[in-house]
């Protein structure tokens, strides 16, 4: 028993552990270093525990801070997850379950935790934490007194160690013990900008360090910062955001839930704002709407149509190559953007990134027209119009485009027109297949009949070495049965023939065509009235298709 310790030590560390950090603090060896500080002052420290601007506020704080960073440096990470980062109150009663650790070793307990803990009593980070409290009760008579209370270098130096880390760091290397110290410092205004920059250089690193983050629990600190409307904060957010969706789009929820993407969509239409940042917004919003329905209603709601729109014909080829992603993945399956874009005369304004200089903007502009073709809803003459004048503007322009990637994408986009119109198409390639065969027999015709007829090289019949005879072509159209109108004459044997003389074949345009029992022709619905009228743009839809496959 000591009389200068609570009776229920271990439930003190438990609920008040800024208290009782400081008077274990003040009863140790290391407290003479401040003199003049009593155990009943130590009662009376002046701040509010959840305000950050206070003494007692602020240890709070880096209690917090010390405390996560301990933990996600020893605990593997699925566990660190679910005992600090899944509830609040399981996170606050483990983290001063590691502050009791290390109280009641001092007097021979070992508290037990399930699950089981490893030993962090002697981690480095509790000397921070000692060093935060051996600068706060050094001033702590002073501002008892009423002088004003200079807060801690604690995040300003662990920022400069994450700096540190940063010059000469790896992804070899171990990953910045300070990472979950600059999450906290988002909170505060004096070094958001600074941590947000750190931050940002960190995520460079690449997915890795995305994911690093992620496990540490960077979403809901970046999320609430999207609330802020510090315009000295946009081009940070925007670069921070654009490197994780890019990593894992599975935020677009969370962000579409908590009307983050409005954040985005003001950026977006800010023409001050330089092009670099715009083109993330973009981005961001192409993330935000791909293949998720709601954030593609959210979108819509916010004008993002409009706004892309507005500036396709910015002098930034990357932001024009996004901003038309970013419509072709808002409409993708949406009718109501389809239409949208539409009345916007979207197809006439992508129609001129088509000749953009650039390759990667004429495919993202081939993107955007593909998928305005897909369209799920009932159709209308008004629709195949339209979707029959994408179909021809996309093969005139860059059918015989030089860039792969751009040709490749024209497939793609034309897939929707052969997804919409599959029966005039069936049409249409039964067609070209049947004069194709007729074209191919006709050839081989004309080759047979010009290999008959090949005029003799020597007599009937001649001895040559061996024994063997030679049979002349005269000779050989007599063993072979003559059918057709090949020969003006029948041979008859025994007698002289006349040259024989060849009948030119009917043109091709004017050959009859034979109906077979598969044919389409031959169904109950005639070709002409399953094409509609519009043969000239089917058949050339094919015939662009039937090329691009031979690419």
């Not at 200068?4 to 003190?12: H, N, R, V």
């Not at 007599?478 to 044997?493: D, F, M, R, Y």
């Amino acid at each position: 028993m000591n009389p200068e310790l609570p009776a229920d030590l271990f439930t003190s560390c438990l609920t008040t552990p800024v208290q009782m950090a400081l008077r274990w603090f003040v009863l140790q060896r290391a407290s003479r270093l401040v003199p003049g500080v009593t155990l009943d002052m130590l009662d009376r420290l002046p701040g509010q525990l959840h305000d950050r601007r206070t003494m007692l506020g602020e240890l709070n704080w880096i209690f917090t801070a010390i405390t996560d960073t301990i933990a996600w440096n020893v605990l593997p990470r699925a566990l660190f997850q679910r005992l600090f980062r899944q509830d609040l109150l399981v996170a606050s009663l483990f983290r001063n379950f590691l502050l009791a650790e290390r109280v009641m070793r001092a007097y021979d307990c070992h508290p037990v935790s399930e699950p089981s803990l490893p030993a962090t009593f002697q981690h480095p980070m509790w000397q921070a934490w000692d060093l935060a409290l051996d600068l706060c009760l050094a001033q702590l008579v002073r501002v008892q007194q009423g002088h004003p209370f200079q807060h801690s270098p604690f995040f300003a130096q662990q920022l400069t160690a994450f700096q540190v880390w940063l010059t000469f760091g790896s992804e070899r290397a171990a990953p910045p013990e300070q990472l979950p110290i600059v999450l906290q410092v988002l909170l505060s205004q004096i070094h958001r900008v600074r941590a947000l920059d750190l931050l940002g250089r960190f995520l460079d690193l690449g997915p890795w360090a995305v994911n690093l983050a992620l496990s540490v629990g960077i979403f809901p600190y970046i999320l609430k910062l999207l609330q802020s409307c510090a315009r000295d904060l946009r081009p940070l957010l925007v670069s921070i955001w654009a490197k994780i969706l890019a990593v894992d789009q599975s935020c677009q929820v969370d962000l579409v839930r908590d009307n983050g993407h409005r954040y985005f969509l003001s950026v977006l239409s800010d023409l001050s704002m330089p092009s670099e940042h715009r083109t993330m917004a973009a981005f961001i919003m192409s993330c935000i709407v791909a293949n998720y329905p709601s954030g593609q209603e959210a979108a819509l709601k916010g004008s993002v149509i409009a706004l892309c729109l507005e500036q396709l014909t910015d002098s930034h080829a990357r932001l024009r190559q996004w901003l038309a992603i970013c419509l072709g993945r808002t409409w993708s399956g949406y009718t109501a953007a389809r239409w949208c874009g539409i009345r916007d005369s979207a197809h006439e304004k992508l129609h001129t990134l088509l000749t953009d200089p650039v390759p990667e903007v004429r495919a993202a502009a081939v993107f955007a027209l593909g998928t305005l073709l897909n369209c799920p809803a009932k159709r209308t003459d008004h629709a195949d119009t339209i979707d029959h004048n994408i179909g021809m503007t996309l093969i005139s322009s860059v059918a015989n485009d030089g860039s792969p990637v751009v040709r490749k994408e024209l497939v793609v986009a034309l897939q929707w027109l052969l997804f919409v119109f599959e029966t005039q198409f069936l049409a249409v390639a039964y067609q070209h297949l049947e004069e194709e065969t007729c074209r191919e027999g006709l050839q081989a015709a004309t080759a047979a009949a010009a290999h008959l007829l090949s005029p003799p090289t020597s007599a009937a019949v001649e001895t040559v070495s061996g024994g063997m005879k030679k049979v002349a072509s005269r000779d050989r159209l007599k063993l072979l049965p003559i059918t057709g109108n090949l020969l003006s004459g029948a041979v008859v044997e025994g007698l002289p023939e006349p040259p024989p003389v060849l009948q030119p074949p009917p043109p091709p345009e004017k050959m009859r065509r034979v109906s077979s029992s598969t044919s389409i022709c031959s169904l109950s619905t005639p070709l002409g009235s399953i094409l509609g009228g519009y043969t000239g743009v089917y058949s050339q839809v094919w015939r662009a298709l039937v090329t691009l496959g031979s690419d």
